[in-house]
């Protein structure tokens, strides 16, 4: 049975579907998107393997997805760094190697680096008396680089800042973990060398035709894994509040970055802050509902959101917690486990208010419609934006 909030929500959807999309004849439109491809494998050094071998279907579906959608700009998250040439690997033996019916990919750039995942700590993170477990590294991973991401693009790419050993505890009034005690989950020693990125969050200066755009990517952990403490939560909530507080002149002041430079982006500054979020605006377990600490900032542009119909129809066919939710379902992003999560919105692509934004979608097909038969490949969709410069 479709609930009334629901029908509302699918109609809302159908209204905003029905625009056609923008065609790309005015070169001033440019398309960002975001795609969490889970490709975070298990071994490490098999997604190089995939990508060498040019004939992997998991590959093969998201590049399919990624060329049907056809973005200027593209952040992947879970795409695991084990050597610097893995983004061109995924360049040339898929995304330019069977270029759609659309047109050709034409990707000519592509980066991606070092994270905090799998890296050894050194310290016992969860205090249970072990020591280079996934849990005891920086960013929660079986081996460096796993659940890692890269950026590909048609325009020239520079890696401006990594903020890959900020320390969480040289953030103003940051969130705490607490015990019932009130104390921190964290023990002190551990909390100030504690780095706040589980992955890293990168700056990329993006040269469109002379024009700069700053591209602030991330992946934050998610909110759940964790116990009353909400320690996972907790830091999913600072790793949102980084990009809040980096592209106000005014509340970026103590941040620094992995070369020691503090501060954050210059008044004006075009960015767009593009990532799985892990945090959905009204549903979930992310504290405090953190990513409205970006969709509600004065200098971001979110006044579009992304739909889809196939996020509808996959919210009435699983049911489940899907049924208690209270966002609108034809905005998610992501396909969970209906008993304990449900689907909601957890990718984003949102540019800066001084720049306009003219179309946005999600990629989440209907059954029966091209392109349903590749989503499998993840339990997220590609989140598109398009903006005018």
Known sequence: MIKPRQRIWQIIASLLLAAPLLSFADDNIIRFATFNIAMGLETRGELIKR?????????????????????????????????LDSALLFINNYLNKHPADNG???????????????????????????????????????FPGQFAMAVFSRYPLTLERSFRMFKWSDMPDAMQSSNPDGSNWYPEPVYKQLRLSSKNHWDIHV??????????????????????????????????????DYIDPARAGYIYDDSGKKGGLAAGAKFVIAGDLNADPVDGASRNHAVNQLLQHPL?????????????????????????????????????????AGNMRVDYVLPSANMKVVGCGVFWPEEGEVGHEWIDVSDHRLVWVDVEL
């Open 104 to 142: 050709q990919s034409d990707y000519l750039h592509g980066l991606n680096g070092a994270v905090n995942t799998g890296m050894n700590s050194g310290l016992d993170m969860d205090s249970n008396g072990k020591l280079d477990e996934p849990q005891d590294a920086w960013g929660f991973g079986r």
């Open 300 to 340: 971001i542009n979110a006044s579009c959101v992304p739909v889809s119909e196939g996020a509808v129809e996959a919210n009435e066919k699983l049911g489940g917690k899907n049924l208690d939710h209270k966002g609108n379902p034809a905005a998610d992003t992501g396909q969970f486990n209906s008993e304990y």
């Open 207 to 244: 040269d469109i035709d002379g024009q700069s755009v700053h591209f602030l990517v991330s992946h934050p952990t998610p909110p759940v894994f964790d116990g009353p403490d909400d320690h996972n939560g907790a830091r999913n909530h600072d790793e949102i509040r980084l990009w809040a």
């Open 51 to 83: 990508l060498e071998s040019g004939d992997d279907e998991g590959l093969k579906k998201a590049a399919a997805i990624i060329q049907q959608i056809d973005p200027d700009v593209l952040l992947i998250n879970e795409f695991d760094w084990y050597q």
